[in-house]
């Protein structure tokens, strides 16, 4: 489409496309036994065809392309130059084979890729310099250096192979020879409670016992060097790629943390050699890492943050030199603290921006000083820098958070928030903190741009626009307003309702929203939507829709006549249910003070997490009209020791994550009893509908089917929705349609005492 002469073309029979719009070409492909491209000049529509191609592959630059083409007599690879249409070939006299996984240099001057011969030989790597014309061969099998029992992995198209930064390395796979086979015998599996392999899944324990290994080819020297091996099996390439982190967590299982406990090995890429290790560090992929420069290692380890100076041989700790803490203990949320965050590096990797809870720290790393940049402690705000912090991939699929790197001598932007849900950006620029905007609404999805700031806001009553800061001008304008014509709708109130410290329960607040066409004189059924903290509903725009994917749609709840109630709770260690209905008995106190709220029309609503909550205060005695539980744990005891689809354990998700519980069940077995709502079926008199989908393997739908059944046998009042085919977050737009308009029909009913849908009537098949 040419948006400036408003004019379209249509290519029928290609599969993807690539544009390269520095030589306004677009390259087309098809496939009918071999890769057939098409090259078009849009700007002179003249084409080039490539046809019966095995492989191809652009470089970075996307100016050249190296393809193979398909010939049973003889291999032929040639390089097509974009900018002037020429081709060269690469020199070879090889076998019949495939040629495949081509690969470019960043610089562009090299091409590497497999090559298989027909007869199924052993893969050869090639590394082709198209500056000298240097084609290099890489045939483990005739390497003094290659290690005897490991091949050069086949040539997989999920596995790495890749060139290092510097353009000088060449990193690729290789595996044990031969395979290794389980040894469990035909028609059993067998697991022992000393593996330290934990997943329960035959295909992912041989594919765990077979996992590749990684080496890396100089092409400086020719040499060859093995980086991982069965035990530094997890690795990150960093620095440039001329460092390796290596890590493994063996001793730490069973796993017990979301994130869990590793050791970790620093290695050079160009000499093998090991610069730095250490044990038992915390939260591995998410707090651990190298600078650019790869001068300052960064990781977490027994509440603290350290940074260790691998030029000085010195580590650093930031405690030393910052007042505040650092981490946040929350025994409500985990037995271990975590850390605020890293915001990044300077340019010269020397200079460390570190969060506490509410600002913005300043840490010479060389001079060891620290200095605070903003004052949020002192407004009640947390500040917490803009950037597009990268994730580095490890080679097997596992990222590894990465700090971005920031210039000091730009301006810096900042978003900010409070605990009223208030919310905004700032900019900081010499010394001094201006504030784009700071008020009762949502604001977010910054862009930086040269000029300024973009971002977005909304709030409840107010459709999503764009915004532009002008740093040059300091002034705020409205560049787009979508959903203009939702002005002409009446929308309804909002408020934030925040209660006093009762009963050691901080931070006890709520959002409640007003029907669409409230009035005072009537009275109005509600619906509370649980789940850990929702009153942040206060300043986000409901798109009224009627296939709204967690269940209820608060913008057509509200047009019902319904008020809509969000509240954030506060929890207790080995409490999750108690402290769940604790919160909402506190809340609904202050609530009902509204007397346009009918208090014998009140339902409640929770999926996953918020289901389990509906489940707990439901079999607690208390009395509401109707409740909705969707993928909501049932018994704390058999989610312990459920695992989840793919066969992980999840004692990780009890003890440390949402269960809130402290220790194992066999430990705490009074606490696990009185917080699953199972054993208080008996206790429930609330009309209750349970969904989940019959493929929910997250919170397994025995937990719904389970409930259920105990429900049944209590003769109590409740209905079960099975969804074939969904997992724990539903995609079908059918079975999300489905579930909404039931979900309605069953508050509607009790609620308001509309007619019993046919589905909910009992022996209606």
Same mark, same amino acid.
């Given at each position: 489409?040419?948006?400036?002469?408003?004019?379209?073309?249509?290519?029928?029979?290609?599969?993807?496309?690539?544009?390269?719009?520095?030589?306004?070409?677009?390259?087309?492909?098809?496939?009918?036994?071999?890769?057939?491209?098409? =090259?078009?000049?849009?700007?002179?529509?003249?084409?080039?065809?490539?046809?019966?191609?095995?492989?191809?592959?652009?470089?970075? @630059?996307?100016?050249?392309?190296?393809?193979?083409?398909?010939?049973?007599?003889?291999?032929?690879?040639?390089?097509?130059?974009?900018?002037?249409?020429?081709?060269?070939?690469?020199?070879?006299?090889?076998?019949?084979?495939?040629?495949?996984?081509?690969?470019?240099?960043?610089?562009?001057?090299?091409?590497?890729?497999?090559?298989?011969?027909?007869?199924?030989?052993?893969?050869?790597?090639?590394?082709?310099?198209?500056?000298?014309?240097?084609?290099?061969?890489?045939?483990?099998?005739?390497?003094?250096?290659?290690?005897?029992?490991?091949?050069?992995?086949?040539?997989?198209?999920?596995?790495?192979?890749?060139?290092?930064?510097?353009?000088?390395?060449?990193?690729?796979?290789? *595996?044990?020879?031969?395979?290794?086979?389980?040894?469990?015998?035909?028609?059993?599996?067998?697991?022992?409670?000393?593996?330290?392999?934990?997943?329960?899944?035959?295909?992912?324990?041989?594919?765990?016992?077979?996992?590749?290994?990684?080496?890396?080819?100089?092409?400086?020297?020719? #040499?060859?060097?093995? !980086?991982?091996?069965?035990?530094?099996?997890?690795?990150?390439?960093?620095?440039?790629?001329?460092?390796?982190?290596?890590?493994?967590?063996?001793?730490?299982?069973?796993?017990?943390?979301?994130?869990?406990?590793?050791?970790?090995?620093?290695?050079? &890429?160009?000499?093998?050699?090991?610069?730095?290790?250490?044990?038992?560090?915390?939260?591995?992929?998410?707090?651990?890492?190298?600078?650019?420069?790869?001068?300052?290692?960064?990781?977490?380890?027994?509440?603290?943050?350290?940074?260790?100076?691998?030029?000085?041989?010195?580590?650093?700790? =930031?405690?030393?030199?910052?007042?505040?803490?650092?981490?946040?203990?929350?025994?409500?949320?985990?037995?271990?603290?975590?850390?605020?965050?890293?915001?990044?590096?300077?340019?010269?990797?020397? $200079? =460390?921006?570190?969060?506490?809870?509410?600002?913005?720290? $300043?840490?010479?790393?060389?001079?060891?000083?620290?200095?605070?940049?903003?004052?949020?402690?002192?407004?009640?705000? &947390?500040?917490?820098?803009?950037?597009?912090?990268?994730?580095?991939?490890?080679?097997?699929?596992?990222?590894?958070?990465?700090?971005?790197?920031?210039?000091?001598?730009?301006?810096?932007?900042?978003?900010?928030?409070?605990?009223?849900? @208030?919310?905004?950006?700032?900019?900081?620029?010499?010394?001094?903190?201006?504030?784009?905007?700071?008020?009762?609404?949502?604001?977010?999805?910054?862009?930086?741009?040269?000029?300024?700031?973009?971002?977005?806001?909304?709030?409840?009553?107010?459709?999503?626009?764009?915004?532009?800061?002008?740093?040059?001008?300091?002034? =705020?304008?409205?560049?787009?307003?979508?959903?203009?014509?939702?002005?002409?709708?009446?929308? #309804?109130?909002?408020?934030?309702?925040?209660?006093?410290?009762?009963?050691?329960?901080?931070?006890?607040?709520?959002?409640?929203?007003?029907?669409?066409?409230?009035?005072?004189?009537?009275?109005?059924?509600?619906?509370?939507?649980?789940?850990? *903290?929702?009153?942040?509903?206060?300043?986000?725009?409901? !798109?009224?829709?009627?296939?709204?994917?967690?269940?209820?749609?608060?913008?057509?709840?509200?047009?019902?006549?319904?008020?809509?109630?969000?509240?954030?709770?506060?929890?207790?260690?080995?409490?999750?249910?108690?402290?769940?209905? $604790?919160?909402?008995?506190?809340?609904?106190?202050?609530?009902?003070?509204?007397?346009?709220?009918?208090?014998?029309?009140?339902?409640?609503?929770?999926?996953?997490?918020?289901?389990?909550? !509906?489940?707990?205060?439901?079999?607690?005695?208390?009395?509401?009209?109707?409740?909705?539980?969707?993928?909501?744990?049932?018994?704390?005891?058999?989610?312990?020791? &459920? !695992?989840?689809?793919?066969?992980?354990?999840?004692?990780?998700?009890?003890?440390?994550?949402?269960?809130?519980?402290?220790?194992?069940?066999?430990?705490?077995?009074?606490?696990?009893?009185?917080?699953?709502?199972?054993?208080?079926?008996?206790?429930?008199?609330?009309?209750?509908?349970?969904?989940?989908?019959?493929?929910?393997?997250?919170?397994?739908?025995?937990?719904?089917?389970?409930?259920?059944?105990?429900?049944?046998?209590?003769?109590?009042?409740?209905?079960?929705?099975?969804?074939?085919?969904?997992?724990?977050?539903?995609?079908?737009?059918?079975?999300?349609?489905?579930?909404?308009?039931?979900?309605?029909?069953?508050?509607?009913?009790?609620?308001?005492?509309?007619?019993?849908?046919?589905?909910?009537?009992?022996?209606?098949?």
């Amino acid at each position: 489409m040419n948006l400036q002469e408003d004019t379209q073309s249509h290519f029928e029979g290609y599969i993807s496309y690539t544009y390269i719009p520095d030589l306004h070409i677009l390259l087309l492909e098809s496939r009918t036994g071999g890769i057939n491209l098409k =090259l078009l000049n849009l700007r002179n529509e003249e084409h080039q065809d490539l046809n019966d191609l095995e492989n191809y592959a652009l470089n970075g @630059r996307k100016t050249r392309l190296v393809y193979s083409l398909q010939d049973t007599s003889a291999p032929k690879l040639e390089v097509y130059d974009l900018e002037t249409g020429t081709r060269k070939p690469i020199p070879l006299k090889l076998e019949p084979g495939t040629h495949n996984r081509f690969i470019w240099s960043p610089d562009s001057h090299k091409i590497a890729w497999y090559y298989t011969p027909q007869a199924n030989e052993e893969p050869i790597l090639f590394c082709y310099n198209l500056s000298d014309q240097n084609l290099m061969p890489f045939k483990a099998s005739n390497r003094a250096d290659f290690p005897k029992d490991k091949r050069v992995m086949k040539s997989f198209t999920h596995k790495p192979f890749t060139f290092s930064k510097t353009n000088d390395r060449l990193f690729f796979c290789t *595996q044990s020879i031969p395979r290794r086979k389980l040894a469990w015998g035909s028609g059993v599996e067998i697991y022992r409670s000393k593996d330290v392999y934990e997943v329960m899944n035959p295909r992912y324990v041989e594919a765990h016992i077979n996992m590749a290994d990684y080496g890396v080819w100089n092409l400086e020297t020719n #040499g060859y060097q093995q !980086v991982t091996d069965s035990l530094w099996q997890t690795s990150y390439l960093t620095a440039n790629d001329s460092l390796i982190l290596l890590t493994h967590s063996r001793p730490y299982h069973p796993r017990i943390k979301l994130i869990n406990d590793a050791d970790i090995q620093l290695q050079s &890429t160009l000499t093998g050699d090991s610069i730095f290790g250490a044990t038992k560090i915390e939260g591995i992929t998410s707090y651990t890492g190298i600078e650019p420069h790869g001068r300052f290692m960064y990781y977490y380890k027994n509440g603290s943050w350290l940074i260790y100076d691998l030029k000085q041989k010195v580590e650093i700790d =930031l405690a030393v030199y910052i007042p505040t803490s650092l981490s946040t203990v929350d025994p409500s949320q985990s037995a271990f603290p975590f850390p605020y965050g890293l915001a990044g590096f300077d340019k010269t990797g020397t $200079q =460390l921006l570190v969060y506490d809870q509410f600002d913005i720290w $300043q840490v010479d790393l060389i001079k060891h000083q620290a200095k605070r940049l903003t004052q949020g402690r002192e407004q009640g705000r &947390t500040y917490r820098l803009i950037t597009e912090s990268k994730t580095l991939q490890n080679w097997e699929g596992t990222s590894l958070f990465t700090p971005a790197v920031i210039d000091l001598e730009q301006p810096l932007y900042l978003k900010s928030n409070d605990e009223a849900y @208030r919310s905004g950006f700032a900019c900081y620029a010499n010394g001094k903190l201006t504030d784009i905007a700071f008020k009762a609404s949502r604001h977010y999805s910054p862009k930086i741009t040269d000029k300024g700031l973009y971002y977005l806001e909304e709030d409840q009553d107010l459709p999503p626009r764009v915004m532009f800061w002008n740093s040059a001008k300091t002034k =705020l304008k409205l560049c787009y307003q979508s959903n203009a014509h939702y002005t002409h709708f009446a929308t #309804g109130k909002a408020e934030l309702l925040q209660l006093s410290n009762e009963k050691q329960l901080d931070n006890l607040q709520a959002t409640l929203l007003y029907p669409f066409a409230y009035d005072a004189s009537k009275s109005y059924p509600m619906i509370i939507d649980l789940y850990e *903290q929702k009153a942040g509903a206060i300043h986000h725009y409901s !798109v009224p829709i009627l296939g709204d994917r967690k269940g209820v749609n608060y913008a057509r709840l509200r047009s019902m006549g319904y008020f809509v109630l969000c509240p954030d709770f506060t929890y207790k260690s080995n409490e999750p249910g108690a402290s769940s209905k $604790q919160s909402l008995d506190l809340i609904l106190k202050e609530v009902l003070n509204n007397t346009a709220i009918d208090s014998s029309r009140i339902g409640l609503n929770g999926y996953s997490f918020g289901g389990y909550e !509906v489940n707990y205060i439901v079999g607690s005695g208390a009395g509401f009209a109707a409740a909705v539980s969707g993928g909501g744990l049932s018994d704390l005891t058999r989610k312990y020791t &459920t !695992v989840d689809g793919v066969g992980n354990t999840k004692f990780y998700h009890l003890e440390n994550y949402q269960g809130r519980m402290q220790g194992p069940y066999y430990e705490n077995q009074q606490a696990y009893m009185d917080n699953s709502p199972i054993w208080k079926v008996d206790q429930v008199d609330t009309p209750l509908l349970l969904y989940t989908g019959k493929e929910d393997y997250h919170v397994n739908r025995n937990q719904s089917i389970a409930f259920y059944l105990g429900l049944k046998r209590a003769g109590k009042e409740s209905s079960l929705l099975l969804y074939p085919d969904q997992g724990h977050a539903f995609s079908n737009l059918k079975a999300i349609h489905d579930l909404n308009d039931r979900i309605l029909e069953w508050f509607e009913h009790y609620l308001k005492g509309g007619p019993k849908s046919l589905w909910m009537k009992a022996n209606a098949y």
